[in-house]
């Protein structure tokens, strides 16, 4: 495990012998994807390439994305969006393609994610020919847990990506079993059945906990 750089003290993520972000953690293998599959026959459809009717923009109020042609696309500085409906364990169907146009280079390169019950990030990034930290590489569990490949397709092209959620379990407020993660990028398991340690949005230098 690397040195950081700085006066923070590390904080080692629970069974992974590395911290958030070590720049000296191992990088997800590349592989070439696989042909891309079509949304599941039985899928509740959030969005059928005509309108945003099933999502809000995040806190409330009509999204800020924009319908282009038949898919969804982000407008600068216009927030996140949520669906309107809530979901428990779930499986997850969805397609995305970072912009045609690269700009930017790590983090800043088509960043975006998926986040699970509002607490939970599964990374979205252009990570093609793109270095970054290896826990938030397209498909990582972000802060968390790196994929076990890197299977992200070229800017511009489509990207299928399949996940089975099985929600945290409380007693109260005593945690009985956390949540865990399979996801299948392109065809490819990126997890399988992955503890979360936690929720991923937390302050620098802070441990993932329940």
């Not at 495990?1 to 700085?6: C, L, R, S, Y």
């Not at 590390?10 to 592989?31: F, K, L, M, N």
């Not at 983090?107 to 990374?123: K, L």
């Amino acid at each position: 495990m690397a040195e950081k750089n700085n006066e923070q003290p590390i904080h080692v993520i629970p069974e992974s012998g590395y911290y958030a972000h070590d720049p000296a953690r191992p990088q997800p293998p590349i592989v070439t994807p696989g042909v891309s599959d079509g949304a599941p026959s039985d899928a509740t459809v959030l969005f059928d390439g005509t309108d945003l009717a099933a999502w809000e923009r995040e806190g409330g109020g009509e999204p800020g994305w924009q319908v282009e042609g038949e898919y969804m696309e982000v407008v600068p500085r216009s927030g996140g969006i949520v669906t309107k409906a809530s979901f428990g364990s779930v499986q997850l169907h969805l397609e995305f393609a970072s912009p045609a146009e690269v700009v930017g280079e790590g983090q800043g390169r088509g960043n975006s994610g998926v986040f699970m019950m509002d607490r939970y990030e599964i990374q979205v990034l252009d990570s093609y020919e793109n270095p970054t930290y290896a826990d938030g590489v397209v498909g990582g569990i972000y802060s968390q847990w790196p994929p076990l490949v890197n299977v992200i397709r070229g800017p511009g092209e489509w990207n299928t990506c399949d996940l089975l959620w099985e929600v945290p379990v409380f007693d109260g407020s005593r945690l009985v079993k956390p949540a865990f993660l399979t996801l299948f990028l392109n065809g490819v398991v990126v997890h399988h059945h992955v503890k979360v340690l936690g929720p991923t949005r937390i302050r620098e230098g802070e441990l993932p906990c329940y």
